[in-house]
């Protein structure tokens, strides 16, 4: 499955007189536009390329890019490449930057009630705790674990350590949603 690269968009432009076809003799064209942009699960994120043409209405003969001069190119690219046709080629960029605040302001979020859980502990909350951080005498392989507030005073918590540690802390979280964290023999 492709899930990202680079496709292109013809845009139509005007006709345009003055120029003759090498090939016909011929003065009127047609002016067009080629621009190539990245995508990402096909919505567009910013053009990579813009390149004009014209074509001659009589033989069709293309002149594309370098074949024209500068001065035409430059005049067909400012009346092709509006705002009204290029803008829609940054909409990904606008998805991808509200997606990334999202997922930033997610993240100070959860990290705000976090710190609320902890500053107002109550009896039978679970904390998930990387062992090795306060015990010296730990297995660095099987380190996570949960420690559980057993007893509140005015100013102190008792925490009751569990018996059984793993190497990650899915396996924590398995045993929490099990229920069984909350057993005295856990």
Same mark, same amino acid.
């Given at each position: 499955?492709?899930?990202?690269?680079? =496709?292109?968009?013809?845009?139509?432009?005007?006709?345009?007189?003055?120029?003759?076809?090498? %090939?016909?003799? $011929? $003065?009127?064209?047609?002016?067009?536009g080629t621009l190539r942009y990245f995508h990402l699960?096909?919505?567009?994120?910013?053009?990579?390329?813009?390149?004009?043409?014209?074509?001659?209405?009589?033989?069709?003969?293309?002149?594309?890019?370098?074949?024209?001069?500068?001065?035409?190119?430059?005049?067909?690219?400012?009346?092709?490449?509006?705002?009204? !046709?290029?803008?829609?080629?940054?909409?990904?960029?606008?998805?991808?930057?509200?997606?990334?605040?999202?997922?930033?302001?997610?993240?100070?979020?959860?990290?705000?009630?976090? &710190?609320?859980?902890?500053?107002?502990?109550?009896? $039978?909350?679970?904390?998930?705790? !990387?062992?090795?951080?306060?015990? $010296?005498?730990? +297995?660095?392989?099987?380190?996570?674990?949960?420690?559980?507030?057993?007893?509140?005073?005015?100013?102190?918590?008792?925490?009751?350590?569990?018996?059984? &540690?793993?190497?990650?802390? %899915?396996?924590?979280?398995? +045993?929490? =949603?099990?229920?069984? &964290?909350?057993? +005295? &023999?856990?």
């Amino acid at each position: 499955m492709i899930i990202f690269g680079s =496709r292109g968009k013809a845009v139509a432009g005007q006709l345009v007189e003055g120029i003759e076809c090498p %090939s016909c003799g $011929n $003065n009127q064209f047609g002016t067009f536009g080629t621009l190539r942009y990245f995508h990402l699960f096909w919505i567009p994120v910013f053009p990579t390329s813009k390149v004009t043409g014209i074509e001659c209405t009589h033989c069709k003969k293309t002149l594309v890019g370098k074949e024209l001069p500068k001065k035409l190119s430059k005049q067909i690219k400012s009346t092709v490449f509006t705002k009204k !046709n290029t803008l829609p080629m940054y909409s990904g960029l606008v998805v991808i930057t509200f997606l990334v605040l999202f997922l930033a302001y997610d993240m100070k979020q959860d990290e705000l009630k976090d &710190a609320a859980y902890i500053e107002q502990p109550a009896i $039978n909350d679970l904390y998930i705790v !990387n062992f090795t951080r306060i015990f $010296n005498d730990t +297995d660095p392989e099987y380190k996570y674990g949960v420690m559980r507030v057993k007893h509140l005073s005015s100013n102190q918590v008792e925490l009751q350590v569990s018996t059984i &540690a793993y190497n990650k802390t %899915s396996g924590v979280q398995k +045993d929490i =949603r099990a229920e069984k &964290a909350l057993l +005295d &023999a856990y």
